[in-house]
């Protein structure tokens, strides 16, 4: 608020006042439309096909367009925290959100594999240039890993949208997973700072969480190791070396959960909900590491522990938090939400363990917790988006 002129903020439209206004709504209404839409595709009701056709848009838009949409907003409105410097808003705001928008519907529309690429690929770099310029003008260089993430996450997707163009499976997949590990190194860095906060502040407790510097160190490398191994086409089959590597995140992550606990957090709903999607990202890990061994028989559930589990889960619980504390409301979510979290976390469930047992009604299950969790954040929250922060300060 000190770092911004508050005539022209308050000119601006609220919707675009800061970069989670926009990025949290569209990325969870996308959210909440997209499982569906894959559903229906998968019954053969959809009645067209999507660039490079259904699976290939799913299993990319997962990643690229809803999980990178939230990041997008989340940094893009940390960034000012960080730097005292004013965050991007008004109409730069909203081009970049429009050219987010037009990816996802060049995508649909069936938009031909070079024009699209180079559609796919704006976004993510003017994200990461966004956020190097602020970093680097102040030489923050504790967030300087926050870049090198975003710029990795740029080009996993130029990796992806290069297999769309050669109409090559194989490469586009590599792309994807390397983009979900990725994903997974974001949700440590930043669950690693803001979940230990969040509960000190939420449980009312004195002293902080001491981190453990080299364990943070090695997780935050650890999970791009993963991604560019899953690049370079190494992880597409089981090898005792990466079972071993996603054994020590997985135990990594717990250690750092296990440190994190007290009682009182299971009381507060915006706790317990950004702890148990936390603790999917360390399932995900223990179940490719077990994949790897040759224990299970697919890495799937593993990759669904991740995607749907820590990134929805984490995602569902971060954006009810700071959207709350962003318009400057209390941190007391709507009562649906807690429905919200449930249902997440029943849909993860849903996903990872019936699958084997109930195939077709299991994956609609877990669509459609998934679905109503997404909405019902879109309802409660999009009024308060899209108005003025309730404490009448700017942003």
Request: net charge positive; aromatic share 10%; with cysteine.
């Amino acid at each position: 608020m000190q770092v911004i002129d508050r005539r022209k903020a308050m000119s601006i439209p609220p919707l675009l006042r800061l970069g989670f206004r926009p990025f949290f709504l569209a990325g969870a209404l996308f959210a909440a439309i997209a499982v569906p839409l894959w559903i229906l595709a998968l019954q053969g009701v959809t009645g067209w096909q999507p660039s490079g056709g259904w699976l290939a848009w799913h299993r990319h838009e997962l990643v690229f367009g809803f999980g990178l949409a939230i990041i997008a907003g989340f940094l893009l409105t940390a960034v000012q925290t960080w730097t005292g410097l004013p965050g991007l808003s008004g109409k730069p705001l909203a081009a970049l959100a429009l050219l987010w928008l037009g990816a996802r519907a060049g995508w649909l529309a069936g938009t031909p594999a070079l024009p699209l690429l180079v559609l796919e690929l704006i976004f993510p770099v003017v994200v990461a240039l966004v956020m190097a310029r602020m970093l680097f003008a102040v030489r923050q260089k504790k967030n300087y890993p926050v870049v090198a993430v975003l710029i990795l996450l740029a080009l996993a997707d130029g990796l992806s949208m290069l297999g769309l163009l050669r109409g090559d499976d194989g490469l586009q997949r590599q792309g994807v997973l390397a983009g979900v590990w990725l994903i997974a190194a974001m949700l440590g860095l930043i669950g690693g700072r803001v979940i230990p906060f969040f509960t000190q502040r939420g449980v009312g407790r004195v002293e902080a969480f001491a981190p453990i510097v080299w364990l943070d160190r090695a997780l935050l490398i650890g999970a791009p190791l993963v991604a560019i191994l899953y690049a370079a086409g190494l992880g597409l089959t089981a090898s005792l070396p990466v079972g071993v590597l996603f054994a020590l995140l997985g135990i990594g992550h717990l250690v750092r959960l296990a440190r994190w606990q007290d009682k009182r957090l299971w009381r507060v709903p915006l706790l317990w909900s950004l702890h148990l999607a936390y603790a999917w990202l360390a399932v995900a890990c223990l179940g490719m590491a077990a994949w790897n061994f040759g224990w299970v028989a697919s890495p799937s559930p593993a990759t669904h522990a991740l995607n749907v589990g820590a990134m929805g889960g984490l995602i569902l619980a971060m954006i009810a938090r700071v959207s709350l504390g962003h318009t400057g409301r209390p941190l007391q979510p709507p009562r649906a939400m807690i429905a919200a979290f449930i249902l997440l976390q029943l849909g993860t469930l849903a996903r990872v363990l019936l699958v084997e047992f109930w195939p077709v009604g299991s994956l609609h299950l877990a669509a459609t917790c998934w679905a109503i969790a997404f909405g019902l954040f879109v309802i409660f929250y999009a009024p308060m988006l899209c108005r003025t922060r309730a404490d009448g300060h700017p942003g």
